[in-house]
């Protein structure tokens, strides 16, 4: 039963334009949502986080919005540049010091 | 300050055999989470432990198993390998006094198992 899903498995951008990275959960009682983002052969490294009384969450070029209604989150990257290519984990907490994790979006920004 | 530190970084094993990968926290932490990444199945939780005690348990046979030292260095196990159990495996650490996942962990570089 897969609580965190990243339905698109890729996505490719070009250089300068909005990267939008998706995420749907299933489970109401998640209260943290965070983004990391993986380079091969190195561990994943924290992005942004959102907690879920927020609806927004920015840092520089990275905004995280949460629709807890439709219980889903994006991540936008403006303007997106060739050093964001990487693996995009979505990941949710809510049950102690554990995070659940979607599968993972790469993303290529083409120059 | 000195991350997460994985050993080894690569390991070749056989199947039916076991194998013990090593995890040293950030100074300070005393949380260590455990994760296996695989192609298309994202990081799945293997367990946490937190003061030398099992905290949180994921859903993997008992095959996986780990623990957890007083310098809050970690081990995990997993015995009888299977061809399946290939994966990288990623360790976490994070100050865990108070469970939350909200600041985030710090992962380590990961051990990369295959297992022929």
């Known amino acids: 039963d897969q609580q965190v899903k990243q339905n698109s498995p890729s996505l490719s951008v070009q250089e300068g334009r909005i990267s939008i990275l998706n995420c749907d959960y299933t489970?109401?009682?998640?209260?943290?949502f965070l983004w990391y983002k993986k380079y091969p052969a190195e561990g994943p490294t924290f992005l942004i986080s959102?907690?879920?009384?927020?609806d927004k969450n920015e840092d520089g070029r990275f905004t995280v919005f949460l629709n807890k209604s439709a219980k889903h989150l994006s991540l936008h990257i403006v303007p997106s540049q060739p050093g964001d290519s990487a693996v995009y984990f979505c990941?949710?907490?809510?049950?102690?010091?554990?995070?659940?994790f979607g599968a993972g979006t790469i993303l290529r920004v083409k120059s | 300050k000195a991350g997460v530190t994985q050993t080894p970084r690569y390991l070749i094993k056989t199947r039916g055999q076991q194998v013990t990968l090593s995890c040293s926290p950030i100074?300070?932490?005393?949380?260590v989470s455990w994760y296996q990444q695989t192609p298309g199945q994202g990081l799945q939780f293997l367990f946490e432990?937190?003061?030398?005690?099992?905290?949180n348990k994921g859903n993997f046979p008992g095959r996986f198993s780990g623990r957890q030292f007083s310098n809050s260095r970690s081990e995990m196990n997993v015995s009888t390998l299977e061809l399946g159990d290939s994966a990288l495996y990623l360790c976490?650490?994070?100050?865990?006094?108070?469970?939350?996942?909200?600041?985030?962990?710090?992962f380590g570089s990961g051990t990369r198992l295959t297992v022929v």
């Open positions: 489970n109401s009682m998640f209260d943290y």
């Open positions: 976490a650490s994070s100050l865990g006094d108070i469970p939350t996942g909200n600041s985030g962990y710090t």
């Open positions: 990941a949710a907490s809510g049950y102690g010091n554990k995070l659940v």
């Open positions: 432990y937190f003061s030398e005690t099992q905290r």
């Open positions: 959102i907690s879920s009384i927020k």
């Open positions: 100074s300070g932490h005393r949380s």
